[in-house]
């Protein structure tokens, strides 16, 4: 997630349940044509599309998918399966500026990257039968091609300490929080009430360090919790793969070396 951070996307809104099917919250970015979008799940990117429409029109026909597209059809499924289970579908896009230029031509910088992106970050609903699949519109309807397979990427980017925690640094402040079931699953965790003034805002991304590492894990932070908009941390896969290395139900310790730098290890040594 942190790499499509790096390179521009930003939050446009949320999935939300709406009777038998989903509807789309935006933030921003509603009309806006040519876009790059992703749908987002405790962090990690499940999915990544190119539309020529506003994403407004886009997004109404995962909405209300017609009988032969499919595309439309399975993503409707899979956002539903997210929000039955209480997982957020976070919608990220980045827009064409329309100021890249070769000569006289036009460079759809959304267009462009949108194979890219797929190849190297292999997105859960991207991948049909084992193959990668991006979207293709004809006649108004989207279908899938295929590209080409690719090696797997972990998602991880190499990295050392931060300037935040440089030896010697002293936290910023502290918490707490329990390994839940569902944090050891997906690679999350709620920060809760004694975060709130301690973590970055909604969207922005934050490193995580785990334990002793020098290396972050790249991690986004998220704030449409109802009320009081309390922080959640995401950091996918790579952390979920260092949860797991714990029992369920560790008391765990966050310090707190900038709104966006966190360290996290067990509180009694485990692990």
Same mark, same amino acid.
């Given at each position: 997630?942190?790499?499509?951070?790096?390179?521009?996307?930003?939050?446009?809104?949320?999935?939300?349940?709406?009777?038998?099917?989903?509807?789309?919250?935006?933030?921003?970015?509603?009309?806006?044509?040519?876009?790059?979008?992703?749908?987002?799940?405790?962090?990690?990117?499940?999915?990544?599309?190119?539309?020529?429409?506003?994403?407004?029109?886009?997004?109404?026909?995962?909405?209300?998918?017609?009988?032969?597209?499919?595309?439309?059809?399975?993503?409707?499924?899979?956002?539903?399966?997210?929000?039955?289970?209480?997982?957020?579908?976070?919608?990220?896009?980045?827009?064409?500026?329309? +100021?890249?230029?070769? %000569?006289?031509? *036009?460079?759809?910088?959304?267009? @462009?990257? #949108? &194979?890219?992106? $797929?190849?190297?970050?292999?997105?859960?609903?991207?991948?049909?039968?084992?193959?990668?699949?991006?979207?293709?519109?004809?006649?108004?309807?989207?279908?899938?091609?295929?590209?080409?397979?690719?090696?797997?990427?972990?998602?991880?980017?190499?990295?050392?300490?931060?300037?935040?925690?440089?030896?010697?640094?002293?936290?910023?402040?502290?918490?707490?929080?329990?390994?839940?079931?569902?944090?050891?699953?997906?690679?999350?965790?709620?920060?809760?009430?004694?975060?709130?003034? +301690?973590?970055?805002? %909604?969207?922005? *991304?934050?490193?995580?360090?785990? @334990?002793? #590492? &020098?290396?972050? $894990?790249?991690?986004?932070?998220?704030?449409?919790?109802?009320?009081?908009?309390?922080?959640?941390?995401?950091?996918?896969?790579?952390?979920?793969?260092?949860?797991?290395?714990?029992?369920?139900?560790?008391?765990?310790?966050?310090?707190?070396?900038?709104?966006?730098?966190?360290?996290?290890?067990?509180?009694?040594?485990?692990?």
């Amino acid at each position: 997630m942190n790499r499509l951070l790096d390179i521009g996307f930003q939050v446009a809104g949320e999935w939300l349940p709406d009777n038998d099917t989903v509807r789309m919250s935006f933030q921003r970015l509603a009309g806006q044509h040519n876009i790059l979008y992703a749908f987002v799940c405790n962090g990690e990117v499940k999915y990544v599309g190119v539309s020529s429409q506003t994403l407004r029109q886009r997004m109404a026909g995962y909405r209300s998918p017609g009988p032969k597209s499919t595309t439309n059809i399975r993503n409707n499924r899979n956002i539903r399966g997210q929000l039955d289970q209480g997982v957020a579908v976070e919608v990220y896009a980045l827009p064409d500026s329309g +100021l890249m230029h070769i %000569g006289p031509f *036009h460079l759809n910088l959304a267009a @462009g990257l #949108e &194979a890219s992106i $797929i190849t190297s970050l292999r997105p859960e609903w991207n991948i049909v039968g084992n193959r990668l699949m991006k979207e293709q519109i004809r006649d108004g309807e989207p279908e899938l091609v295929e590209l080409e397979p690719a090696v797997s990427s972990d998602g991880s980017t190499p990295g050392t300490l931060s300037e935040a925690q440089d030896d010697g640094a002293v936290p910023l402040g502290a918490f707490e929080f329990t390994l839940q079931r569902s944090y050891w699953k997906d690679g999350f965790f709620n920060g809760g009430v004694a975060a709130k003034d +301690l973590l970055g805002a %909604g969207g922005e *991304h934050i490193e995580i360090f785990f @334990g002793d #590492e &020098a290396t972050p $894990i790249n991690g986004t932070i998220n704030r449409s919790s109802p009320g009081n908009r309390t922080p959640r941390v995401h950091g996918g896969r790579e952390l979920k793969w260092r949860f797991q290395t714990l029992p369920e139900l560790t008391p765990m310790l966050v310090e707190v070396f900038a709104p966006t730098s966190i360290r996290i290890r067990s509180k009694d040594g485990v692990g």
